[in-house]
């Protein structure tokens, strides 16, 4: 439970960044999403393993 509570917070975390920094520039939203989406999808796998 706890890890799945830390897994959310993150990609929550990970989400306001992305609002924020498209705020300020919006040309730089596609490179950083997919390299939040590859860290989101590695955080995952480790969850599932540690689990």
Do not use: H, N, W
């Amino acid at each position: 439970m706890g890890t799945a509570l830390l897994l959310a917070f993150f990609a929550v975390a990970a989400l306001g960044a992305l609002i924020g920094l498209a705020a300020v520039d919006i040309r730089t939203v596609p490179p950083v999403s997919g390299t939040c989406a590859l860290i989101l999808t590695l955080a995952a796998l480790a969850v599932a393993v540690l689990r």
